[in-house]
């Protein structure tokens, strides 16, 4: 299968049990497993059994996951598979992947950081297909040499959904749940423990066009702070971890703080994940790892929570643009199309002649120590004030200059990043502290680099 890859899944092995239940299904699917990585267990608590392509070939794919799995979820792995990619979901979990005559033909996994992706070389599987549904078990001797430790052990009973089949929509959050937030285990800077007490979960702008929301962990109480992911990272309330994830448990957005380091606080996207993430009947929980420590900017960091926060339905102010009511879609629609073909046709009759000179390109006021880098078309400049602050000038004076934004902005004490769009131009801009000030580094498309 076309793009298969293995990384690191260490001391894999499926014992234990769970149930689930599908929507609209009469029967429950049993699923027997629990998930070892690294000496640490992951409950599988949900299924799913769908048909599928794969290089232009039918399959049967059973997925035994930590949390459930969405409708669009399912269509963006079907979509993957058609186009020949191995489609992962939210660890942990373990995906098999069949022959319309039931043999095994591949198997992946994953949990915390770790991850694997394999034929079935060691493995003995069998599946049977019966009134709808998918009977079957798949076991791997667990492999003890070498540096790569894995084995499973699991049986299904699961509901098949056809080719043309898909998951019923979720169900619209409500209130938020009358739970006590709460959080357990452990944050490390540097090796020294501190204690986070405090947690709350907030929506914030969608990023990526989809639905994103907060994780705020603190050492002492913020629950009645007004910007409390923004204040925190300052370190307001002590050490603090902030995470900005969509409601899927996917992780976009990572601040570190930690009275141990001698930064103020820094981002480490893609040291940390979720696992057994859900976000149901008004209340966000789950787990936090980074499956040990890790190294960024000469700090080392760990974390392993469990946690639970209220968190009930979107504002209306948080909601994609695509998720909003029908009626004011259609309202903007008519000046929406006609702005977007104002656009076209400007950028398709402007001349090469008018294309911005990467010189005049809109900057801070106080913008010093400036590089252009032509090779690779980017732009580095140095500001005397904050993050915040350079972002807003920034914003204010690029809109100034006609450029617009192509996604949600993402702006925290630690890093934030701006997306920008003018006619056939680009603009991605990264906004770091630095010495007391902020470090502007934007990578430019389309853009004239004449004379530089």
């Known amino acids: 299968m076309a793009k298969k890859f293995m990384n690191l899944l260490a001391a894999m092995a499926f014992i234990g049990g769970a149930t689930t239940l599908f929507a609209q299904e009469k029967a429950a699917n049993t699923v027997l497993g629990t998930l070892m990585v690294q000496d640490k267990n992951y409950s599988l608590k949900h299924a799913l059994a769908y048909e599928t392509t794969m290089d232009e070939a039918e399959r049967i794919v059973v997925v035994l996951s930590?949390?459930?799995?969405?409708?669009?979820?399912?269509?963006?792995a079907r979509a993957e598979e058609k186009d020949g990619h191995d489609a992962s979901f939210n660890r942990p979990y373990l995906k098999l992947e069949f022959t319309k005559a039931g043999e095994l033909s591949h198997f992946s996994g994953g949990a915390g950081i770790s991850f694997m992706s394999k034929g079935p070389s060691q493995v003995s599987a069998e599946l049977k297909s019966k009134d709808g549904r998918v009977i079957g078990k798949a076991s791997q001797p667990n492999e003890t040499e070498g540096n790569?430790?894995?084995?499973?052990?699991?049986?299904?009973?699961?509901?098949?959904?056809?080719?043309?089949?898909?998951?019923?929509?979720?169900?619209?959050?409500?209130?938020?749940?009358?739970v006590k937030p709460s959080v357990t285990g452990?944050?490390?800077?540097?090796?020294?423990?501190?204690?986070?007490?405090?947690?709350?979960?907030?929506?914030?702008?969608?990023?990526?066009?989809k639905p994103?929301?907060?994780?705020?962990?603190?050492?002492?109480?913020?629950?009645?702070?007004?910007?409390?992911?923004?204040?925190?990272?300052?370190?307001?309330?002590?050490?603090?971890?902030?995470?900005?994830?969509?409601?899927?448990?996917?992780?976009?957005?990572?601040?570190?703080?930690?009275?141990?380091?001698s930064k103020q606080?820094?981002?480490?996207?893609?040291?940390?994940?979720?696992?057994?993430?859900?976000?149901?009947?008004g209340k966000v929980q789950g787990e936090l790892t980074t499956d040990g420590q890790v190294e960024v900017f000469g700090e080392?960091?760990?974390?392993?929570?469990?946690?639970?926060?209220?968190?009930?339905?979107?504002?209306?102010?948080?909601?994609?643009?695509?998720?909003?009511?029908?009626?004011?879609?259609?309202?903007?629609?008519?000046?929406?199309k006609k702005q977007s073909t104002e656009r076209s046709e400007k950028a398709t009759t402007q001349p090469a002649k008018d294309q911005l000179n990467v010189k005049d390109l809109a900057v801070t006021k106080d913008a010093t120590d400036f590089e252009y880098k032509a090779a690779v078309e980017h732009v580095l400049f140095k500001s005397k004030s904050n993050v915040k602050a350079v972002c807003?000038?920034?914003?204010?004076?690029?809109?100034?200059?006609?450029?617009?934004?192509?996604?949600?902005?993402?702006?925290?004490?630690?890093?934030?990043?701006?997306?920008?769009?003018?006619?056939?131009?680009?603009?991605?801009?990264?906004?770091?502290?630095?010495?007391?000030?902020?470090?502007?580094?934007?990578?430019?498309e389309g853009l004239s680099w004449e004379g530089k």
């Not at 930590?66 to 963006?76: C, F, T, V």
């Not at 981002?267 to 057994?276: E, P, R, Y």
């Not at 450029?403 to 993402?410: A, G, I, R």
């Open 212 to 261: 994103s929301m907060v994780l705020v962990f603190t050492e002492k109480d913020h629950s009645k702070d007004k910007k409390p992911d923004f204040n925190a990272g300052f370190g307001r309330f002590g050490s603090a971890l902030i995470i900005s994830l969509h409601e899927d448990g996917e992780i976009f957005g990572c601040e570190v703080v930690h009275s141990a380091h």
């Open 265 to 281: 606080g820094f981002s480490s996207v893609g040291q940390i994940k979720t696992d057994n993430f859900e976000f149901t009947d």
């Open 148 to 178: 790569f430790h894995s084995g499973f052990d699991v049986h299904f009973d699961v509901a098949l959904l056809g080719i043309e089949e898909s998951l019923p929509a979720a169900k619209k959050p409500g209130p938020a749940a009358n």
């Open 66 to 76: 930590g949390q459930a799995i969405s409708a669009e979820k399912l269509k963006e």
């Open 392 to 444: 807003a000038e920034l914003a204010a004076n690029l809109k100034a200059q006609g450029w617009e934004k192509e996604d949600s902005d993402l702006i925290t004490p630690a890093s934030s990043i701006l997306k920008r769009k003018r006619g056939d131009a680009a603009l991605t801009i990264f906004v770091k502290p630095e010495n007391g000030g902020s470090q502007v580094q934007i990578f430019t």
């Open 186 to 209: 452990t944050f490390k800077g540097n090796g020294k423990e501190a204690k986070l007490a405090y947690v709350s979960a907030y929506w914030r702008e969608p990023f990526s066009d």
């Open 300 to 336: 080392t960091w760990e974390v392993n929570l469990k946690f639970v926060a209220p968190l009930g339905e979107i504002p209306k102010e948080f909601q994609p643009a695509d998720s909003k009511k029908p009626e004011e879609d259609a309202t903007d629609k008519p000046a929406t």
